[in-house]
């Protein structure tokens, strides 16, 4: 698959939603991994993301002006041992709870779907991190519904053993803004990863549409120590 700019394709697109990259820098020594996520109304584009152990949660900015918490309260990152799970709602607990008793990443989520908000059915976005004794892979999911149909959820795992330096893959929750929404198709995109954290961080910030953009999170790991860095982004605050 061509490898696209990630730049590019942000700029170009006012409201991919919520998104998920997941790749290898440039000089092959860290994982990296970013969630982003967008709103249009006013309870969406009031959050932040605050750390929370060694993950994040989203937190609304302002709690009197929260009216439901049910599809954007949600930790999208926790780690567990040395898997990073990465989601774009609550699945991020499904997928900790599930390879805690020793299911993998696919079956985890066998028990979830796309997300209750018609006529949207916003797809589930996940991805998990696998960083040790120097080795790395990853994998990454999206269950969506069957061209809008509420009864039938397609379900996609893409699994990279070894991914390439500088290169990672780009899912997000809609092709477009529109009404409804239209879905993410086809694979995750390739795309490239840089080895400056802080150059990583602020491109994909400065290029997400200034409206719509409400919080940004980038993680570097070291895949051989396994310590990490973390960025936060929030614009809010």
Same mark, same amino acid.
């Given at each position: 698959?061509?490898?696209?700019?990630?730049?590019?394709?942000?700029? #170009?697109?006012?409201?991919?939603?919520? #998104?998920?990259?997941?790749?290898?820098?440039?000089?092959?020594?860290? &994982?990296?991994?970013?969630?982003?996520?967008?709103?249009? %109304?006013?309870?969406?584009?009031?959050?932040?993301?605050?750390?929370?152990?060694? #993950?994040?949660?989203?937190?609304?900015?302002?709690?009197?002006?929260?009216?439901?918490?049910?599809?954007?309260?949600?930790?999208?990152?926790?780690?567990?041992?040395?898997?990073?799970?990465?989601?774009?709602?609550?699945?991020?607990?499904?997928?900790?709870?599930? @390879?805690?008793?020793?299911?993998?990443?696919?079956? %985890?989520?066998?028990?979830?779907?796309?997300?209750?908000?018609?006529?949207?059915?916003?797809?589930?976005?996940?991805?998990?991190?696998?960083?040790?004794?120097?080795? /790395?892979?990853?994998?990454?999911?999206?269950?969506?519904?069957?061209?809008?149909?509420?009864?039938?959820?397609?379900?996609?795992?893409? %699994?990279?053993?070894?991914?390439?330096?500088?290169? #990672?893959?780009?899912?997000?929750?809609? @092709?477009?803004?529109?009404?409804?929404?239209?879905?993410?198709?086809?694979?995750?995109?390739?795309?490239?990863?840089?080895?400056?954290?802080?150059?990583?961080?602020?491109?994909?910030?400065?290029?997400?549409?200034?409206?719509?953009?409400?919080?940004?999170?980038?993680?570097?790991?070291?895949? &051989?120590?396994?310590? /990490?860095?973390?960025?936060?982004?929030?614009?809010?605050?």
């Amino acid at each position: 698959m061509q490898t696209i700019s990630l730049e590019k394709e942000l700029k #170009g697109n006012a409201y991919p939603g919520r #998104g998920i990259v997941i790749g290898r820098s440039k000089d092959g020594t860290k &994982a990296v991994t970013a969630y982003f996520i967008m709103g249009r %109304s006013e309870n969406s584009r009031n959050r932040i993301f605050a750390e929370e152990g060694k #993950g994040i949660r989203t937190q609304a900015f302002d709690p009197s002006k929260l009216t439901d918490p049910s599809l954007i309260i949600y930790a999208p990152v926790r780690v567990l041992d040395d898997k990073t799970i990465v989601t774009n709602g609550d699945q991020t607990d499904t997928v900790y709870e599930g @390879m805690e008793r020793g299911l993998t990443f696919e079956q %985890s989520l066998r028990c979830r779907e796309f997300e209750p908000d018609a006529p949207n059915y916003t797809p589930r976005i996940s991805g998990v991190m696998y960083v040790k004794d120097g080795n /790395y892979s990853y994998e990454m999911s999206i269950l969506k519904s069957n061209n809008g149909c509420p009864d039938s959820c397609s379900r996609f795992t893409f %699994s990279y053993e070894n991914p390439a330096a500088g290169e #990672g893959h780009f899912i997000h929750t809609y @092709m477009c803004d529109g009404d409804p929404l239209p879905s993410f198709e086809g694979e995750p995109k390739t795309v490239e990863i840089q080895d400056d954290m802080d150059a990583f961080t602020d491109m994909l910030w400065n290029s997400l549409n200034e409206d719509n953009k409400v919080s940004l999170f980038v993680r570097y790991i070291d895949i &051989a120590a396994g310590t /990490y860095e973390t960025k936060i982004m929030n614009k809010n605050q």
